[in-house]
């Protein structure tokens, strides 16, 4: 009968460190409670299914033991049995599997006062393009990329001439406003992941994904990439600061000012190799 101890210990003790455990999700810190409410859904339903299964198995060990002049009865089907799971199977696949549909639905549908930014996962760093004063981003094409241009932007396109391109910093976002995020990969597939936000979307090479959140605690938090990249993986990390509107205005309006300073500097650079040949 130690089997059946241990099954039923292994019961309790799973219940009791899902409750007791010090180990939960980091606080969220954007609109995305349903992703939290769809996993709570997810744990109920499984939990109670584990707990019923080991606790179905340790009653079978000890119903169904061997004593001596019993004698097993063979019964290879069952209708009543056979129809009794399968209607439970699929009433319990139904009730996590609609939840996330709608949360899924909410994730992609982009409120029409969401601005838009785009974020570019590389070998291996992030890179982040905000629009300028115009409130649009312009163009890119896989095609475009090239050493003095590593995000493939359309240079042609007016729409992105004062786009805010940060490399290597943070990205800073303002707080209580929907933001629809734009990723593309520019070798390989990767994965971007806040878990503070419980955002989290692959990045596919030749083409664009997105999602939109809505920040709404200030504070930094860690962008991971949560697929494997490459041998740098572990270290393709970031980081996200959420402030007020205040700040995060004399942020960008500073990102503005360096791009102009830069697009100077190279205007003249190439003034000075035309004059020297």
Request: hydrophobic share 45%.
């Amino acid at each position: 009968m130690h089997v059946v101890l241990v099954l039923v210990l292994v019961a309790i003790g799973s219940v009791l460190f899902h409750f007791l455990s010090p180990w939960w999700w980091t606080p969220i810190a954007s609109n995305w409670q349903y992703i939290d409410d769809t996993i709570i859904i997810t744990f109920w339903i499984t939990g109670v299914v584990f707990v019923a299964v080991l606790l179905f198995m340790a009653y079978c060990v000890w119903r169904f033991r061997h004593r001596e002049g019993h004698k097993a009865a063979f019964e290879p089907e069952n209708r009543r049995l056979e129809t009794g799971l399968t209607v439970i199977t699929g009433l319990g696949v139904a009730a996590m599997l609609a939840p996330g549909l709608f949360v899924w639905n909410h994730f992609i549908t982009v409120p029409p006062d969401a601005s838009e930014i785009e974020i570019v996962g590389q070998q291996w760093q992030w890179s982040f393009r905000l629009p300028g004063k115009d409130g649009k981003l312009g163009r890119s094409s896989i095609d475009s990329i090239a050493d003095d241009n590593p995000l493939g932007l359309d240079k042609n396109d007016p729409d992105g001439r004062d786009d805010v391109v940060v490399q290597s910093e943070d990205l800073h976002l303002p707080i209580g406003k929907p933001i629809k995020v734009v990723l593309r990969s520019t070798d390989v597939l990767h994965n971007f992941y806040v878990p503070e936000f419980r955002a989290k979307m692959d990045i596919l090479p030749g083409s664009s994904t997105y999602f939109w959140l809505t920040p709404t605690r200030t504070g930094t938090f860690d962008i991971l990439c949560a697929e494997l990249c490459g041998t740098g993986h572990p270290y393709m990390r970031g980081s996200v600061v959420v402030e007020e509107q205040l700040s995060y205005d004399v942020w960008l309006d500073s990102q503005q000012r360096r791009m102009v300073a830069q697009q100077d500097g190279t205007k003249g650079q190439k003034g000075e190799v035309e004059v020297q040949q």
